[in-house]
């Protein structure tokens, strides 16, 4: 299974992206989808989930300007980025709780998408 996230990029504060992430492979169904966030120094932290029956969870931070969206069919998840601040700077990764067989669930992450906010 591999998680290929698009979209990162440099934007001037208040300004939007929109980032993707394709998971591939064997994949019987695919749970909890989530974006996470690390910026240097510190935690890696949650910025948004989704889960399968669509319930969704944002990071304080980000409640009212990141939507977060799934299309279950194509096993993407995307995360609409909007009124961008210089401290959404971070690298952004993607997560996703997969099911590979009857007996494999685990967690799987990307290689993460750069995003830079100036001010």
């Known amino acids: 299974v591999q998680l290929v996230e698009s979209g990162g990029g440099l934007v001037q504060a208040g300004g939007s992206l929109r980032l993707s992430c394709a998971a591939s492979?064997?994949?019987?169904?695919?749970?909890?989808m989530g974006w996470y966030r690390q910026a240097p120094g510190k935690q890696r932290e949650l910025v948004a989930a989704?889960?399968?029956?669509?319930?969704?969870n944002y990071a304080d931070s980000v409640k009212g300007r990141f939507t977060i969206s799934r299309d279950t069919a194509k096993n993407m998840v995307y995360l609409q980025m909007n009124s961008l601040k210089p401290e959404d700077t971070a690298v952004y990764y993607c997560n996703a709780d997969i099911v590979t067989s009857l007996l494999k669930r685990q967690d799987y992450w990307g290689q993460g998408t750069q995003v830079t906010v100036s001010s």
């Open positions: 989704t889960t399968s029956g669509g319930s969704t």
């Open positions: 492979g064997i994949i019987l169904s695919i749970h909890a």
